[in-house]
């Protein structure tokens, strides 16, 4: 009698264990996705208000310096003589000319000088801590590179511009990055690569980076937002939205800037902490600070997952929506505020 009951017992007992692993695995697999993708507050929805008067001249100004590097400097890399120099002239007298000493952190590549730019906004005596906002001024081969990323350079320049009178208790430093695109992308030439590991030699304290990139085309169009595999099952099919990324060892930055962004922007947006080897999650100069072991995010539209005229000659001026883009960069201001001031 006792061994058959346990004969009928056993497949029970492993049909028992099955299961229980099989719930722990869905309970583990469902909290890595909440850690993942779950943001403070909400995202805003319904209908934009009429943009502010700052927002408006804020603007104006991006659609200049946009058109400036799109359109009078264009292509602007390596192989294009001249063009690194011209633009970096240009970043130079803009930065100058809103009452900042600008910084030049010039290396060799391939027998040419290059040059990062940094200005900063000096910070209280007791905090030797840091905010770093940057992006990258030169553009992949064959493209003007309007929305990448003189987008988001023009964001750098217009933060420091409206950022000029404020005391922050944090150093904030406003860097335009060099060699950020292909061949140079994750390299030892990529400008923020060599800025970040001096930055670390120098023992500087960074406490928060934010890189701006590609930050100027949104759509309203259903379908017009696409994601790597799975994710368009969490997020928005519409590109109307903002997007902050950040990797798992960054996300206290990221919650506090998308809760910030939240409290006090009116616009959508969207958050992710996820392995920096995800498709589009490494790719900006945030991911150099990465691997300083500094908390870095970007800031992006999503780029190749929206931008339909991402890396190509069609990347112009006329695609980018200076009036959302503006929005953006107002609530990416009240972020660095916030972040200078903990």
């Known amino acids: 009698m006792f061994e058959h009951a346990g004969e009928s017992a056993g497949p029970n007992w492993k049909l028992w264990l099955l299961l ?49 590097l799109s359109e009078t400097v264009g292509e602007r890399n390596l192989l294009k003589a001249g063009t690194l120099e011209a633009a970096a002239d240009y970043l130079k007298t803009s930065l100058e000319q809103a009452g900042y000493a600008v910084t ?32 990258h001024y030169d553009s992949v081969q064959g493209s003007p590179g309007a929305n990448d990323n003189a987008s988001g350079v023009a964001a750098v320049l217009e ?12 150093t904030i430093r406003f860097v335009l990055f060099v060699n950020e695109e292909p061949p140079y992308f994750q ?19 960074v406490s928060a980076m934010i890189s701006l990139e590609t930050i100027g085309y949104y759509s309203d169009a259903q379908g017009s937002q696409k994601y790597p595999d799975l994710l368009d099952l969490l997020y928005p099919k519409r590109g109307n939205f903002i997007g902050f990324v950040g990797n798992p060892s960054s996300r206290g930055l990221l919650h506090a800037v998308v809760r910030r962004f939240r409290e006090t922007t009116r616009f959508p947006s969207e958050g992710i902490a996820a392995p920096e080897q995800w498709p589009g999650v490494g790719w900006s100069d945030h991911w ?32 980018v929506d200076f009036a959302r883009m503006s929005r953006v960069v107002c609530g990416v201001r009240r972020i660095v505020e916030s972040l200078s001031a903990d």
């Open 159 to 170: 933060l420091a511009h409206l950022l000029r009178g404020f005391t922050p208790r944090k």
């Open 104 to 135: 030049e952190q010039s290396y060799s590549v391939q027998n040419h000088q290059v040059r990062n730019l940094e200005v900063k906004l000096v910070g209280s005596k007791n905090s030797s801590e840091t905010v770093v906002v940057g992006a």
């Open 20 to 68: 229980t692993a099989t719930l722990v695995a869905l309970v583990g697999t469902l909290v890595w996705i909440l850690r993942t993708t779950h943001m403070p507050l909400k995202s805003f929805t319904g209908q934009l208000a009429p943009l502010t008067t700052e927002e408006a001249e804020t603007s104006q100004r991006l659609s200049q310096h946009v058109q400036f």
């Open 187 to 205: 390299t030892e030439s990529m400008g923020s690569v060599v800025y970040a590991k001096q930055l670390h030699a120098d023992h500087v304290p």
């Open 288 to 319: 150099s600070f990465w691997q300083e072991n500094y908390p870095a995010i970007m800031v992006t539209d999503t780029a190749p997952f929206r931008y339909p005229y991402y890396h190509t000659a069609h990347d112009t001026a006329n695609h």
